[in-house]
């Protein structure tokens, strides 16, 4: 069964930093994409970073870029997500997801398994 | 900006049937999206329903459909239950590996 459990959260002031983990098992780590979505409060989902298997591959949605750091380790199957000069709007739960690329014969493009999520509070 | 919009509530009677959309603000969503759905009741993870447009996850009652209609993706759940009660949320694959939300649709059964 394909587990994901986030860790990390916290209350942190404006303008520190926070690094969310995830633990991923049941599944052969190394061979997914991985992402972070989040979620404030009340509010929708967010699409916020991924990482190629490898890690010679990351993506960041706008609003975090030069903030935000995703990273992995295979040996150990964790991904990361590294947050620093935190702002208000960054409130949320941090859900970590597993992606489907491809199988065999087409590209897929989706999120299959997803964490229960870490919440970050950025206080003023 | 690309948008991804999606209405912002919905209601269906119990046993009745529903259609969401998901669409762009610019632009029709077409397969090369790879459109996915996601149900997420509240508190808890989202649970992936659709991918690739119209392919139903591991598990998912074969009452929930995907497709594209017109100029955007649809979910539509046929014969609706209370337990459908739930935010729903697609997604986008909008390349170089950049995917957008939309807003999410609050679906009421009632």
């Known amino acids: 069964e394909v587990q994901l459990v986030e860790s990390g959260g916290g209350l942190v002031q404006r303008g520190g930093s926070l690094r969310l983990s995830c633990a991923a098992s049941?599944?052969?780590?190394?061979?997914?994409?991985m992402s972070w979505v989040r979620q404030a409060p009340g509010k929708g989902l967010e699409w916020v970073a991924n990482?190629?298997?490898?890690?010679?591959?990351?993506y960041y949605v706008d609003s975090v870029k030069g903030r935000f750091n995703i990273s992995r380790d295979n040996a150990k199957n964790s991904l990361f997500l590294q947050i620093n000069s935190l702002r208000a709007e960054d409130t949320a739960v941090y859900y970590c997801?597993?992606?489907?690329?491809?199988?065999?014969?087409?590209?897929?493009?989706?999120?299959?398994?997803w964490g229960q999520g870490t919440l970050v509070t950025v206080s003023s | 900006q690309t948008v991804v919009t999606q209405e912002p509530s919905f209601s269906v009677s119990p046993g009745g049937t529903v259609t969401l959309t998901c669409g762009l603000t610019?632009?029709?969503?077409?397969?090369?999206?790879?459109p996915s759905w996601y149900q997420q009741s509240p508190g808890q993870a989202p649970r992936t329903l659709i991918y690739?447009?119209?392919t139903r996850s591991s598990g998912v009652p074969d009452r929930f459909s995907g497709s594209i209609l017109g100029n955007k993706a649809a979910l539509t759940i046929t014969g609706a239950q209370a337990d459908d009660e739930s935010d729903y949320y697609c997604?986008?694959?909008?390349?170089?590996?950049?995917?957008?939300f939309g807003g999410g649709t609050k679906l009421t059964v009632l």
């Open positions: 997604v986008l694959y909008m390349g170089g590996g950049i995917w957008v």
């Open positions: 990482m190629k298997q490898d890690g010679s591959e990351k």
């Open positions: 049941g599944f052969t780590f190394s061979s997914y994409w």
């Open positions: 610019s632009g029709s969503v077409s397969t090369t999206y790879y």
């Open positions: 690739s447009t119209n």
């Open positions: 997801a597993r992606v489907r690329v491809r199988n065999t014969s087409s590209y897929l493009f989706y999120f299959d398994s």
